[in-house]
């Protein structure tokens, strides 16, 4: 709390917005929202960038061009830098108090999603969602130096992930004028208490354009975690198998296939660089193999 208290005087002492913690959020990939008040008593989220200044200006600019236009995101108020850090002061919006997951609200987040079709028609300067992927500059082939020479399986499906991300057919069914988020987790997608999906939120790893599908197979592999616990939730599992049949009534077999493996170009490369566990390092590896073969 100390550390969040001497951000928010941060951000006052650079802007004299006069904001006044009231807490932090318990879900959020970055650590979790700090929850503050304007002085006027609007309540708002504080959350860090996951990039730069001029990044950050530019997720700003497109959601608030995006509510103004209707669509369930955000107003970002504020971008700030502190330090070697870059900070949004986003409106908060109302949600229903429960988070549990259930299948409405797997629904919800597909039908949410939806309203992101064609949202970037008139945003030309918004990068193509491949960028998040394998920014410019990057080598995709590193990811085979995170895997040791004996693993055998490992390289196998880590050469068949590269094959098709590689090739520009490939990347050529990630495109499209769509708003993409690329952390569509349960917790990123707010409800009222009648679990109608309300908005979208968390975009601090920025914002891309592309297929809006697309980002239902984060939602998918989220749900992969706990599906995989030695004695799953019998909800958890049927809220996958609900996201497997929508994605493949959704989405073409070839199409979802490149789909994963950029997911999978993301996720399993993580898994190595972080030390993971060997059974979270198999099971990625046997959902890569179940999402990759024709």
Do not use: C
């Not at 789909?259 to 490369?269: E, G, S, V």
């Amino acid at each position: 709390m100390d550390a969040d208290a001497e951000l928010i005087r941060a951000v006052n002492r650079g802007t004299g917005a006069g904001l006044i913690i009231r807490g932090r959020a318990e879900h959020g990939k970055l650590g979790g929202a700090i929850y503050v008040d304007w002085p006027d008593d609007r309540p708002a989220v504080v959350t860090v960038f996951d990039g730069g200044l001029p990044a950050a200006r530019r997720v700003a600019d497109v959601l608030n061009h995006l509510q103004d236009r209707g669509y369930p995101v955000p107003r970002h108020e504020l971008v700030v830098e502190v330090g070697d850090q870059v900070v949004f002061v986003q409106q908060r919006l109302p949600k229903t108090a429960s988070t549990e997951l259930s299948l409405r609200r797997i629904e919800g987040i597909a039908e949410i999603n939806e309203r992101f079709a064609g949202a970037l028609a008139d945003r030309p300067e918004v990068p193509p969602v491949s960028q998040w992927f394998r920014p410019p500059g990057t080598d995709p082939y590193l990811i085979l130096e995170l895997i040791p020479e004996h693993d055998q399986r490992a390289r196998e499906v880590a050469r068949e992930i590269l094959r098709i991300t590689t090739d520009p057919a490939g990347e050529e069914r990630l495109a499209g004028d769509d708003l993409v988020h690329v952390d569509l987790s349960a917790a990123n997608v707010l409800f009222d208490d009648q679990e109608r999906p309300t908005a979208v939120v968390d975009w601090n790893l920025g914002v891309y354009r592309g297929d809006r599908r697309l980002a239902l197979v984060q939602t998918r592999f989220d749900r992969e975690w706990f599906v995989r616990r030695t004695d799953p939730d019998p909800v958890e599992l049927a809220a996958a198998q609900l996201l497997d049949e929508i994605l493949a009534d959704r989405v073409p077999a070839e199409t979802l296939r490149v789909f994963w493996a950029y997911w999978l170009l993301h996720q399993l490369p993580r898994a190595f660089r972080r030390g993971a566990a060997a059974p979270v390092i198999d099971w990625q590896l046997a959902l890569a193999e179940s999402r990759l073969t024709h």
